[in-house]
């Protein structure tokens, strides 16, 4: 394989785990920005408040997004298995 080959996968392969932790991640920052600005109206600073929505929030959010990402994953690694015999130089 040629190093250019590798930086390709690479490239793909982080763009693949920034597409997977993106609903994820913006949506705790939503909640928690949300909640955020809650504690800071009411000035209520318990860190429960804080959890149990985020909580709440990633997991219907993985709910909601896991056959997305599921599909986005094996398309990835579909596309990663069938271009084995190309990405293999036999030649010194």
Known sequence: ????IVVE???QALW??????????????GVGLLIGMFQAATQIN???LSFVPKL???ALTLFIAAP???TVLLDFTRGLLTAIPELVSYGP
């Open 46 to 48: 318990e860190q429960t």
């Open 56 to 58: 709440a929030v990633l």
């Open 16 to 29: 693949i785990i920034v597409l997977l932790a993106a609903p994820v991640l913006l949506s705790a920052l």
């Open 9 to 11: 996968l690479g490239r």
């Open 1 to 4: 394989m040629s190093p250019d």
């Open 68 to 70: 997305w990402m599921l």
